[in-house]
């Protein structure tokens, strides 16, 4: 008796630890690596964008899929005269006024050589490049200029952006976002003061009175090649302020530019190392989680990297998958 009962609660400890699974995904669920979603509103049809191929456009009629490639979204590549101009990293698309605003990174790898891009469009099918937003980076400075992500407080556009070196930082951007505000200053919202400062990929959404930062943690690529030591890799993690510019919180109070943060999702299961992560707010489904992952049952290569959807449960104040 005893045997059964220690048993039923070692299950429920599982449960209360463990993670939803990715909702089903049909189509062309692969070629993800940090997801970009948002629905045309005409229509109601999703779009998701992705890093690499001059950015991937991928279309679908539900959130779920069938999803379908279409095209890259700046088949040129960016007028920005950097290395990596003509693959483009971390999409972030948002809406404001009658124009989707697409913000792209140009870059490569391990190097603070980066800057943040930008092009418009009308309908999320043909996009107009306006190349640099004037947030860029190069060896020695404070942060690296990647992973941009836009978001209106209710007063201003700010973008958030930065990885590694000193982590996340965000600064105003002018009305329409095409450019950094005059006379506007970075300012660091997010740190991991030790190790290598692994965070990146900030996206801010809000929820009730505050302000929610979401952020990945840890390493996001090449685990075919090399993975980390376990609890190493990708994960999300949130912290949250009454204002979008700053005083980020987790839930145990620590400050996030002290290294705070809560943990909203990791691997688990056959998912491993999930990030490059966003939050949208589904008509049919509410908040939803998107992100990257590895499933272990297919491969653990960055091409082989799959799109995921959790819904979010706020009603503890905190996001939960």
């Known amino acids: 008796m005893k045997s059964s009962i220690l048993a039923s ?12 699974n990715p909702l089903a995904c049909s189509g062309v669920c692969g070629n993800a690596h940090d997801p970009a979603l948002i629905r045309r509103d005409s229509d109601g049809r999703y779009y998701r964008f992705s890093t690499g191929g001059k950015i991937a456009i991928h279309s679908a009629k539900a959130i779920t899929g069938p999803w379908t490639y279409l095209h890259a979204a700046i088949p040129a590549g960016s007028k920005i005269n950097l290395a990596g101009k003509d693959d483009l990293w971390a999409p972030d698309v948002s809406k404001f006024g009658n124009t989707y605003y697409l913000f792209y ?3 490569s790898f391990g190097t603070q050589n980066s800057a943040i891009g930008v092009a418009t469009s009308t309908d999320l099918d043909n996009w107009t490049d306006h190349g640099a937003t004037g947030i860029s980076s190069k060896a020695g ?11 209106f407080d209710g007063s201003n556009i700010v973008m958030s952006f930065g990885s590694f070196w000193g982590d996340i930082y965000n600064v105003k951007m002018n009305n329409p976002p095409l450019t950094v505000a ?20 900030a996206f801010i959404t809000k929820n009730g009175n505050y302000h929610y930062l979401f952020f990945s943690v840890g390493q996001c690529c090449g685990f075919d090649a090399s993975k980390p030591a376990a609890g190493g890799e990708y994960k999300i993690q949130v912290c949250r302020s009454s204002k979008a510019t700053g005083g980020f919180v987790d839930k145990n109070g620590v400050s996030c530019t002290n290294g705070g943060g809560t943990t909203v999702l990791e691997s688990h299961g056959w998912v491993y190392g999930p990030g490059g992560q966003g939050v949208f707010w589904d008509p049919s489904l509410g908040a939803v989680l998107y992100y990257h992952y590895v499933d272990t049952r297919i491969g653990y290569s960055d091409g082989q990297k799959k799109f995921g959807i959790n819904k979010i449960d706020w009603s ?4 939960v998958v």
Do not use: C, F
Request: net charge positive.
């Open 9 to 20: 609660l070692m299950g429920l400890a599982a449960l209360v630890k463990g993670y939803a």
């Open 105 to 107: 990174t140009v870059s």
């Open 141 to 151: 400075s404070a942060y690296n200029a990647i992973d941009g992500a836009a978001y």
């Open 182 to 201: 005059s006379g506007a200053s970075s300012t660091r919202i997010a740190y991991k003061p030790s190790g290598t400062h692994a965070q990146e990929g």
């Open 316 to 319: 503890s104040g905190w996001p």
